[in-house]
């Protein structure tokens, strides 16, 4: 693995534990990466100001792949925006409202937006979409660059919405991202094209590179890299398509491989100012 110059890593289920959060030693961690020349993406379904929040301390040297691959940026420069227009998300919206026990989200580059007020949706959309406006009605949001609708299911993504929105998949990006979430975006928006974007402009191959992942909207980065891992808590899906298996993300699995490659690969050992990731 000494070959690795770009990591990419999944957010809930993967870098983040049950409770959405960030080990604070993930900083000295990608500050060593750093030292060594490689580089760090953080992929997401969440919003980029959400990941730019959660990574600030050192976000303006970090890579992003934002919305399941609509929106790439280095740092603060945009890299990559895929936007549906206003007919055709009409059109979806009009589509998902027909489905039983589901909410939406349609995701702006400038913001989110939420039209119904259930409390377990609304809780659950603030927690990904930091930028969230609610309004009366998605269809008079006007004025913003429309990268994907998200879909709560309060009956589950894979069981209820899915299936029923399955058949778009002819036109759209469509990925369950959740248990209870599934997105749609422009075709060819997804995680593996961001990558490959991100790969092309740094000059670094599916060869050098690592990824992590749990869920179906991870697959397309999977077949974007050498050293692909699932992590134990992933989907059956996901674990079979991966070259390796990490440590699920309660127990810290992304540092875990990740520190084990640094030291692997470090006459002295680890900077000695870098404390062990907690397992």
Known sequence: MDSVKLIASDMDGT????????DPAFFPLFRELELRGIRFA???????????????????RMLFIAENGAYAAAGRKEWLLLD????TVAGLIAGIRCIEGTCIVLAGRDSAYIEDKQPEFVREARKYYTRCQEVGDLLDVRGDKLLKIAVYDFLGAGENSYPRLKHLEHGFQVAVSGEKWMDISRKGANKGAALELIQRKLGISSEETMVF?????????????????????????IRSMAAFEAPSN???GVMQVLGKMLD??????????CRKPRL
């Open 15 to 22: 870098l983040l534990n049950g409770k959405g959060e960030l």
């Open 250 to 252: 309660e127990e810290n």
């Open 264 to 273: 692997a690969h470090s006459p002295q050992g680890r900077a000695g100012n």
């Open 42 to 60: 953080a992929a997401s379904g969440r919003q980029y100001d959400g990941l730019l929040r959660t990574f600030a301390p050192v976000a303006d």
């Open 213 to 237: 992942g749990d869920q179906m909207n991870d697959a397309p980065m999977m077949r974007q890299a050498r050293f692909s891992y699932a992590m134990a808590n992933a989907v059956p899906e």
């Open 84 to 87: 549906m227009d206003h007919e």
